[in-house]
Structure formats: structure tokens, C-alpha cells
């Protein structure tokens, strides 16, 4: 324990800010804290003062966890369900495509008349999408979002993040942009959707913006399927994989016009804040982006660099900032496969290397058996659905990838100072987004690459039993014949 306190601390406040979910501690949790913090001051031993430490970071994240939620579970426009106004309104989010209308997150500025700051869902008449920063004026309904069907709950989903009314507009009219750094960033994320495949077209060009944007809009609902059947689908959101190809790519470019690597780590950190803003507030690049940028800070500084203090630390940022994230799929797929690569991935990569096999495919097929089999459970409780080919799958794709995001990013530097090299890069990367769509639907297409309901969760547990099987095997050392 005292041999790693800062992993203790980092996780008791962890543990604080999730508790709030289950119970809700103002003074309590203060008081606790406050006594905690006393007996700190007050124990003589190293090991007792740490865990009274962090025992008062538990209160304190338990106390700030419970104030963030009352936060986003207070709405003024809850009074105005049933009721018809006008509204002026932020489109936070890059719109999404429905069967009957177009539906946006965004941030309400004003109702009836009334100034107000409350996050809502927007729902147009289908048409044409208002691109990310826009500002509307609406003459919009208030309902409250739809309850649970098909096997979603809207309501409990947009309840937690911190949205509880649903604006259904009749009368449209565009009055500006929005500026500040929400506005950097938008005119990031559209420079950036623009650039990485100029003149390619199609479910190409739809794949390539999912991959380096996190944005799956475009992409048909038959390849959408396909992705999900084939365990693919973790490909479109925005992941570690990304921000180490922003970070390498500006100090690659500093060593070779010569720039010392102080001005390079500096420069790659602005590159991954750049890039975090781009593509938005998703549970997987807010991790990326706090390791990229803790791994920078370590080298500026010169500490070491521990992988489970930062993957700790961006459930820290991220709990802390909307602690009902605990819940999110998004939040649980990120964190479980990243401690499935620590943990399970380098015993079964072991094990792997007395097979004729490449070094690249060996690392690929255990991520992807250990990040397969931790986050099996998860998309289960979440979606009822197991994809039982997503190691050959992403055997099969994983090694598209890094091509795919080289020639993405490269195409949008080139963009900017020579146009026509772009295209013709961009039009090889169409081919690498071919190639990876393929694996998708050739894998997702099988009428046996996806469980749902009961047979997935048998399938489940005979797999977890299996799994325990051969790890008792793996770590028992075989006893000798006499």
C-alpha cells in the first residue's frame, strides 16, 4: 500500500465520486472529510496518516460528487413541460439523423424571454442539419424526453448528462454562431471534418470521420450493424490510439526541422488540446488526452511515467466532472479494455510466442482476446449482444489502422499548403477505409458472428468458465512426471 500512495489517493477519491450515485452526503461528507483531515495531522505514522488521507479524499469526492449531481439534476424548464415558446439556442453537439426529424444536444441561452443556461435536446423538422455552433432561434414545444423502449430509456440516458426536457421546434431561424472556446472548437472539428479526405466520397469518406472524428453519422445503418455484429465498432470512437498519432506526428515533425524537444513536448501538447476539442467531450479521448498530456508533463519534469496513476487520473477528470458517467457504456468499454491491455493482455502475449506467428499479429490477437473477454460482461448488461468474432475480426483490421489515421492526419496538414497531394492521399486512405468497411461486413455479416439475449449470456458464462480454466492453467506451472 505505501508503495504506491498515490495510487491509493487517486482511487479513494474515484470511489468517493462514484459513491454519490448511490447516496447523496453534503455536511456528512464534509464533516467526514474535516475529521479525516485532523487525524492526519494528528497520526504519527506514515501508513496510518495515508490511509486517513485517503479516507478525506473519499468524503471530499463523495461531498463534490453529490454537489455535481444535484447540479445536473436541476432544471427550471421542467416547469415549462406541456408549454409552447420561443427559445434561442446553442447546437452543441454534431447533430443526429432520424427517421422523422433531426435531433442536437444543445445549450439553451434564453425561453419566453427568460436568460437561462440549461442543456437540452433539440428536435427539428427533418431536413437539412444546423452544423455544431450554430445558434437558433426556435418556436419550440417542451416535452419531456420518451421513456423506455425497445430496450432504451432515453429519459434515464439524457437525465445523465444533465438534459431533461426535449425542445420539438416548428419555426427555425439560424441568428449566429457561437464563439469562445466552444467556438475554437468548432471551427477545429470542421476544419479538421473537412481536410482528412477531401474529394472522397461514400461510405469511405463516412468511415474515415468515424475513425479520426468519433462520428458515425454518416455511415449507413447496414454498416453500422456490421461494425457492432463483428466487435469492430470500438474502431469509430475515438480512442488512446488517435492522440499518440497527433502527439508523435508534431514531435516527428520537430525532429526533423530540427526543433529542440522542449518546444516539441510543448508543441504536442497543444496539438492533443487541439485535437480533444476537435473531435469532443467523449469518456475515451478525455483518458487519451490526460495520459498524452501527463505523459508530456513527466518527460517536461522529468518524473517517470506509470500507466495506472494516469488511467486513474482521467477517471479522476472525468467522474469529477459528471459523476453519472459511472453508468455510461462509453465510460466502462474505455477503462475496462485499457486495464484488460495492462493486465491480461502481456500473459496471454506470452504465452503466444512459442506460435510461428509475427510479433504484430501475436500483440494484436492478445489486446484483442483480453480486451474481448473483459469487456464481454459490459456489452452484455448494456446491449444483451456478444460479438464472438472480434478477435479474428479485428486480427483481420487492427493492423488497417495505424495506416488509415498515418494518411488521415497527413492529409490534413497537406491540405493546407498543397491541395491536389491531399486528394491523391486521401484517395489511397479511401482504400484502407475499403479494406477496414470489408472486414466489417465480411466478419458482421456471418449469421453466427453476433449472440443476443439468453444464448449470449449462456455463451457468457460458458466463456468466463472457460477463460478462468485456462488462466489457472497458464499461471499453475505443470508438475513433473515420475
Do not use: K
Not at 447516496?23 to 479525516?36: K, P, Q
Not at 424571454?113 to 445558434?135: D, S
Not at 529542440?260 to 513536448?265: D, H, K, L, P, V
Amino acid at each position: 500500500m505505501t508503495r504506491f500512495p498515490m495510487h491509493l489517493l487517486a482511487g479513494a477519491l474515484c470511489v468517493g465520486l462514484a459513491a454519490s450515485n448511490s447516496w447523496r452526503l453534503h455536511a456528512t461528507a464534509l464533516a467526514g472529510c474535516g475529521l479525516a483531515a485532523a487525524a492526519v495531522a494528528a497520526a504519527e505514522s506514515p501508513p496510518a496518516r495515508l490511509i486517513l488521507l485517503a479516507v478525506a479524499l473519499c468524503c471530499c469526492g463523495w461531498w463534490w460528487g453529490s454537489t455535481r449531481l444535484d447540479g445536473l439534476d436541476r432544471s427550471p424548464m421542467e416547469r415549462e413541460i406541456g408549454r409552447a415558446g420561443r427559445a434561442v439556442v446553442v447546437i452543441t453537439a454534431p447533430p443526429r439523423r432520424g427517421r422523422y426529424e433531426v435531433r442536437a444536444q444543445g445549450m439553451l441561452r434564453s425561453y419566453a424571454g427568460r436568460a437561462l443556461h440549461e442543456r437540452v435536446q433539440l428536435e427539428l423538422p427533418h431536413g437539412r442539419a444546423p452544423p455544431q455552433g450554430t445558434v437558433l432561434e426556435v418556436l419550440a414545444r417542451v416535452e419531456r424526453p420518451r421513456g423506455p423502449a425497445e430496450g432504451f430509456d432515453e429519459r434515464t440516458w439524457l437525465r445523465r448528462h444533465g438534459i431533461h426536457v426535449v425542445l420539438h421546434a416548428d419555426e427555425v431561424r439560424r441568428v449566429g454562431r457561437r464563439g469562445g472556446i466552444g467556438g475554437i472548437a468548432d471551427r477545429l472539428r470542421e476544419r479538421l471534418g473537412d481536410s482528412i479526405a477531401p474529394r472522397v466520397t461514400g461510405e469511405r469518406r463516412a468511415v474515415i470521420e468515424g475513425i479520426v472524428l468519433g462520428d458515425d453519422e454518416a455511415l449507413a445503418e447496414r454498416t453500422s450493424d456490421d461494425f457492432r455484429a463483428s466487435g469492430l465498432y470500438h474502431l469509430l470512437a475515438v480512442s488512446g490510439q488517435n492522440v499518440v498519432f497527433v502527439a508523435g506526428a508534431v514531435l516527428a515533425l520537430a525532429w526533423l526541422i530540427g526543433i529542440s524537444r522542449w518546444i516539441a513536448e510543448i508543441g504536442a501538447l497543444g496539438a492533443i488540446a487541439a485535437y480533444v476539442l476537435a473531435v469532443g467531450p467523449q469518456p475515451s479521448v478525455v483518458r487519451a488526452g490526460i495520459a498524452g498530456a501527463v505523459a508530456s508533463f513527466a518527460w517536461l519534469t522529468g518524473r517517470l511515467r506509470d500507466a495506472w496513476y494516469v488511467l486513474l487520473l482521467g477517471a479522476v477528470a472525468l467522474l469529477a466532472w459528471n459523476p453519472y458517467l459511472v453508468f455510461d457504456p462509453g465510460f466502462q468499454l474505455s477503462f475496462a479494455a485499457v486495464a484488460a491491455i495492462f493486465t491480461v493482455a502481456p500473459p496471454i502475449m506470452r504465452r503466444l510466442e512459442g506460435y510461428p506467428l509475427p510479433r504484430a499479429l501475436r500483440g494484436g490477437v492478445a489486446i484483442s482476446t483480453a480486451c474481448g473477454v473483459v469487456t464481454a460482461p459490459i456489452l452484455w448488461f448494456q446491449f444483451s449482444a456478444l460479438p464472438i468474432l472480434a478477435v479474428p475480426a479485428n486480427a483481420l483490421a487492427e493492423p488497417a489502422m495505424p495506416v488509415l489515421l498515418a494518411l488521415a492526419f497527413a492529409t490534413a496538414v497537406l491540405d493546407a499548403v498543397c491541395p491536389p497531394a491531399a486528394a491523391v492521399v486521401a484517395w489511397v486512405n479511401g482504400w484502407v477505409a475499403w479494406y477496414i468497411a470489408l472486414c466489417a461486413h465480411f466478419v458482421g455479416s456471418l449469421p453466427f458472428a453476433q449472440l443476443q439475449g439468453a444464448t449470449a449470456l449462456v455463451a457468457l458464462l460458458g466463456s468466463t468458465g472457460l477463460a478462468a480454466y485456462a488462466w489457472r492453467r497458464w499461471r499453475t506451472p505443470s508438475s513433473p512426471r515420475t
